[in-house]
């Protein structure tokens, strides 16, 4: 079987590992990939969204199976661009139709379809430059903190959780009327803030069945004790250890199965990974967010404890059995640190020459995010560089592990979180 893999990041490197792991993987194509990707497979220069140049490298090269890492071509629809095609419609495309990602495409969307088939949430409105002054004065009498979301996507910074009302005030005009967030935050969901913890629960789906993956919990903020601006994700750690037994059932029964028969009802296209940002209220699960891709950086400690062959999982996808899959996981905890580039999330610098990066081991892993090789050099190419990823028998070795790993590997400018996992190990 013949794969290309859409992206550049961590998510993607570790979906390569764990793709070229498969007897049925004969040739793996990583479109743009990263310096360590192509430990893998063949990076082949053509941007995630560029569907003409993707429809012609699959006929070229007869590619059997289209995998997009991150949300960009899903929610411009991929899946669609395929299906229309009759020249590429024999391929399978592991991810929903543009109109299944708006789940993740508009927070507006997802929570309209959240009401429609009563899966808990936080209570929202939604406002744009029509409704401004309205919004002005909803915020104005809002309980505080106050979360507003921008309704596109945003790379995972559209989330801004405010303490006052003027401080609410003044995001949400960023928002609306300086395009602090461009498109994405024309329309703005103000939310009810929840107290609680967050983890990320995901399932593969093939439109009817669907099998639960490994939990994970990642911190999005750049400082620690979760503070500063929100990233991509500093880390992640997996399982998290309150999601299991009566919470975990109630997560499948309230969310997750009304999730998936919902988008059958509403006659959306989904044949891929739904992602749940989740938090457990007083241990009720909400839903905070959902993505149409699996997250980064939990990715790269949930696929390393996922112990199946992952293309006999998507394969099962295609032929709508994936009833028939058992889910088995690593017993080991994971734990994932995110070296990022000085400056990150704001400006940065890139092409830092990086240094002492360890082989993988059996109990080690180092996935790239924002690398890229250059006469022989191995460079930052962005502002998550790279995550390590260890496996051990506790959390806290797991975690101890990966910040020897993240202290002993060399670029200018390098920095790392110290307390991932903190609420788990303190």
């Excluded at 789940?103 to 309209?112: D, N, R, T, V």
């Excluded at 790269?300 to 028939?324: G, H, K, M, S």
């Excluded at 690398?371 to 560089?385: I, M, Q």
Aim: with cysteine; proline share 5%.
């Amino acid at each position: 079987m013949k794969i290309l893999l859409l992206g550049s990041g961590g998510r993607e490197h570790a979906l390569a590992w764990k793709m070229a792991q498969s007897p049925a993987c004969t040739a793996l194509y990583i479109a743009p990939g990263n310096a360590g990707t192509a430990a893998h497979g063949t990076n082949v220069n053509i941007a995630v969204s560029d569907f003409e140049q993707i429809r012609a490298f699959c006929l070229e090269h007869q590619v059997d199976m289209l995998v997009p890492g991150s949300e960009e071509p899903l929610v411009k629809g991929v899946y669609d661009f395929f299906k229309a095609d009759p020249a590429l419609q024999h391929i399978p495309v592991i991810g929903p139709s543009a109109a299944g990602a708006r789940l993740e495409g508009s927070k507006a969307f997802a929570k309209e379809f959240m009401l429609r088939h009563n899966i808990p949430t936080a209570a929202y409105r939604e406002f744009s430059e029509t409704s401004f002054d309205e919004g002005v004065a909803y915020l104005r009498q809002h309980t505080v903190p106050i979360v507003l979301k921008a309704d596109g996507l945003a790379a995972g910074k559209g989330v801004v959780i405010t303490s006052s009302h003027n401080e609410a005030v003044e995001e949400f005009k960023e928002m609306i009327r300086s395009a602090k967030f461009g498109d994405a935050g024309k329309k703005v969901v103000v939310e009810q803030f929840l107290t609680g913890i967050e983890l990320s629960v995901f399932v593969l789906t093939d439109g009817k069945h669907y099998c639960i993956l490994p939990t994970a919990k990642d911190y999005k903020r750049i400082g620690e004790g979760d503070t500063g601006l929100n990233t991509g994700g500093m880390g992640a750690v997996s399982p998290v250890p309150f999601a299991q037994g009566a919470f975990m059932q109630k997560v499948e029964d309230c969310i997750i199965r009304p999730t998936v028969e919902g988008l059958e009802k509403e006659g959306l296209e989904y044949q891929g990974f739904i992602f749940f940002g989740l938090i457990n209220v007083e241990g009720d699960p909400y839903v905070i967010e959902y993505n149409c891709r699996m997250g980064d950086p939990e990715t790269e400690v949930v696929i390393p404890r996922l112990q199946n062959d992952l293309l006999e999982l998507f394969t099962a996808v295609q032929q709508q059995r994936l009833d028939q899959q058992t889910i088995h996981e690593d017993p080991r905890a994971a734990a994932t640190v995110m070296l990022v580039s000085k400056g990150y999330p704001e400006t940065y610098e890139k092409g830092k020459a990086i240094t002492e990066v360890p082989a993988p081991t059996q109990e080690q892993l180092v996935f790239h995010a924002g690398t890229k090789a250059e006469n022989g050099k191995v460079l930052t190419n962005g502002g998550r560089v790279l995550t390590v990823t260890s496996l051990a028998s506790d959390l806290l070795s797991a975690l101890t592990h990966s910040k020897q790993t993240a202290a002993t590997i060399q670029f200018e400018g390098k920095y790392y979180r110290r307390d991932i996992g903190y609420e788990f190990v303190g």
